[in-house]
């Protein structure tokens, strides 16, 4: 599974982004999918995913009832719609694939995207 991520860029807090992971290569719909962040200084922390297997959904607390993920099947795309951005929601977003029940721990996925920045202003 090969991933590409985009959507970041610079906003002022209180505005919304969305971003995209385009997926490609193996069956899109067999994997867990799932949006991660790390800030400069700070480790790689869980944002959102659809748990595999099922595909229900889990947010960190930190985002819950501001982010959205979402997917499109016929595009291979999984979104992450964040709304009422916080200056400490600035960070490098990065999406991941992988099959494990273990959806918050970073290590459990085994497919990865080159990351993309967001930012947010005060």
């Known amino acids: 599974v090969q991933l590409q991520a985009s959507g970041g860029g610079l906003v002022q807090a209180g505005g919304s982004l969305r971003l995209s992971c385009v997926a490609s290569?193996?069956?899109?719909?067999?994997?867990?999918m799932g949006w991660f962040r790390q800030a400069p200084g700070k480790e790689r922390e869980f944002v959102a995913a659809?748990?595999?297997?099922?595909?229900?959904?889990a947010y960190a607390d930190s985002v819950k009832g501001r982010f959205i993920i979402s997917r499109d099947n016929a595009k291979n795309t999984v979104y992450l719609q964040m709304n009422s951005l916080k200056p400490e929601d600035t960070a490098v977003y990065y999406c991941?694939?992988?099959?494990?029940?273990?959806?918050?721990?970073?290590?459990?996925?085994?497919?990865w995207g080159q990351g993309t920045l967001v930012t947010v202003s005060s």
């Open positions: 991941a694939a992988g099959r494990s029940t273990n959806y918050y721990d970073g290590s459990a996925y085994s497919y």
């Open positions: 659809f748990r595999w297997p099922g595909g229900s959904t």
């Open positions: 290569g193996r069956t899109f719909l067999s994997y867990g």
